[in-house]
C-alpha cells in the first residue's frame, strides 16, 4: 500500500492540507503512484523550456474561467516557474473550495535543483 504524500511539515495533501509541498515530497508522492494531479499555471512557451511529465497545463490567467474542470476528489499540486504565482493559484483554489490544492514550493527551479538536474531553467 503507497504510503500518503507527506508535506514538508510530516501531514498528508488532502482535505487538510497545508499549503505547501518540496519537490523531494512530491517526487516521491510520484514514485509511490499516490493519486494526484500537478497542475502547471505557466504559459505555454515556458513549458516548452521545462516541464513535468503528466501534468495538466492551466495558465494563471485562465484559471478563474476554468477552474471548476479540476476535480476535488484528489491532491492538486499547483506548479510555475518559482512558486510564486503558483501560491497565488493555490490560495485562490482553497478559496474556491478546493482544500486540496498545494502549491510546490520552489517550482521548476527547486524541482530542477532537487529533483531532476537535467530539467532546464530560464
Known amino acids: 500500500m503507497a504510503r500518503e504524500a507527506q508535506s514538508d511539515t510530516g501531514q498528508g495533501v488532502g482535505p487538510e492540507a497545508p499549503v505547501e509541498i518540496d519537490p523531494v515530497n512530491l517526487n516521491r508522492m510520484r514514485q509511490d503512484r499516490v493519486d494526484h494531479l500537478v497542475v502547471d499555471v505557466r504559459e505555454q512557451w515556458e513549458l516548452e523550456i521545462a516541464s513535468l511529465q503528466d501534468s495538466l497545463h492551466l495558465p494563471l ?57 537535467a530539467m532546464r531553467k530560464y
Open 61 to 117: 490567467g485562465d484559471l478563474p474561467a476554468r477552474y471548476t474542470e479540476l476535480p476535488k476528489d484528489r491532491p492538486l499540486v499547483v506548479l510555475c516557474r518559482t512558486g510564486r504565482r503558483s501560491l497565488q493559484a493555490t490560495m485562490w483554489l482553497r478559496a474556491q473550495g478546493y482544500g486540496n490544492a498545494v502549491n510546490l514550493r520552489g517550482g521548476v527551479h527547486l524541482w530542477s535543483d532537487q529533483v531532476d538536474p
